[in-house]
């Protein structure tokens, strides 16, 4: 293929008229594609019926990154491929699948796949009926990143605590006595904000950041509220299915995460299932959930000395407090 590059486009999407997608998410969507494609050999053909739908696909993401972005995100999938494969079953998968699009997992495996609960990004098949799915992961550092980010809305649908009508309300609450100009949207607050040059760190905007923390501790300490009224075994049961991933879910997958920058990369890869943090979980018999600092919730197994941090909740503001969305993130402890 052809290494041609353009810098990150900006500005509207001149078919939809829609903001482009964040660059984050399209280099990942980049790295994805391209841990594919390393898996199988370096051979696009690897991807089947795929074949033109993720070429093409990554020939319009290349257009939307950097030299530099593109470079990592290859480097980075390259050894992906590498740790995932010395850990399957077979280092020669006979197909591969890039699951971005609807129904690829179901279709790719036969099986009615509820892709919302399998974080699967590409899906490996080795003989006849053996299926390994990656949830990759790209960062430029060497620690741990964030495994999971839901959103509040579709979180507190599936265990009943309405957390949207929650925000709506203390948001409205914290709102008031803020000067937000003439602005009477969400990205007119966001572009008022931006022109008084808001920051967390400067003293005269601070009253903003006060007020959007006041939202993220009313949404924290909501969660941590119901989740304190439920059973262990319920609770033991949401962590390891919405979580951590580590329910009863097929097909079988891997955390594959790839590190680094400017040609020195490396990846490490984490069995869910055999998690030292997920067993502790799933055994523990004491459940302690405790409030960190003004938006977080760390889950806690076991008592004594025996207990361990097993993982972290928070909530956090897309961009601007009060002016973008909320969203949620499950990091290591």
């Known amino acids: 293929m052809s290494k041609q590059y353009l810098d990150t486009q900006k500005g509207l999407n001149q078919k939809t008229n829609k903001p482009p997608k964040p660059a984050n998410c399209i280099a990942a969507e980049v790295n994805e594609i391209l841990l594919g494609y390393y898996c199988g050999g370096g051979n696009w053909d690897i991807y089947g019926d795929q074949t033109s739908e993720v070429q093409a696909a990554l020939e319009k993401r290349k257009k939307q990154l950097t030299l530099e972005q593109y470079d990592d995100q290859d480097g980075r999938a390259a050894k992906m491929a590498e740790a995932s494969l010395s850990w399957a079953p077979s280092r020669s998968p006979g197909q591969v699948w890039w699951t971005a699009r609807p129904n690829v997992l179901s279709q790719a495996t036969g099986v009615d796949t509820l892709s919302r609960k399998n ?4 899906l490996l098949k080795f003989g006849e009926d053996c299926f390994l799915g990656i949830s990759a992961k790209s960062t430029k550092g060497g620690g741990d990143i964030g495994f999971k980010n839901p959103g509040p809305g579709r979180l507190g649908e599936q265990i009943g605590l309405d957390m ?24 007119e607050r966001k572009q008022y904000l931006k022109s008084i040059g808001a920051s967390s760190e400067n003293p005269k905007t601070q009253k903003y950041y006060d007020a959007g923390t006041e939202v993220l501790t009313t949404l924290r300490d909501a969660l941590l509220d119901f989740y304190l009224d439920m059973g262990i075994d319920d609770l033991k049961e949401h962590f390891l299915e919405e979580w951590v991933d580590a329910g009863d879910v097929f097909p079988r997958y891997i955390k594959v995460t790839g590190h680094g920058t400017g040609g020195k990369y490396s990846a490490t890869v984490t069995d869910p299932i055999k998690n030292g943090k997920v067993k502790k979980l799933s055994s523990a018999e004491h459940i302690e959930l405790k409030p960190a600092g003004s938006n977080s919730i760390v889950v806690w197994a076991g008592t004594g000395t025996d207990a361990s941090k097993i993982f972290r909740i928070r909530f956090k503001w897309e961009s601007m407090p009060l002016a973008s969305s909320v969203k949620m993130s499950g990091d290591p402890a």
């Not at 974080?119 to 590409?122: A, G, K, L, R």
């Not at 925000?167 to 000067?179: A, I, M, N, P, V």
Request: net charge neutral; aromatic share 4%; proline share 4%.
């Open 119 to 122: 974080p699967t990004d590409v």
């Open 164 to 187: 949207s009508s929650i925000r709506k309300r203390q948001e409205s609450k914290s709102r008031e006595g803020l000067d937000f100009g003439d602005a009477t949207t969400v990205s």
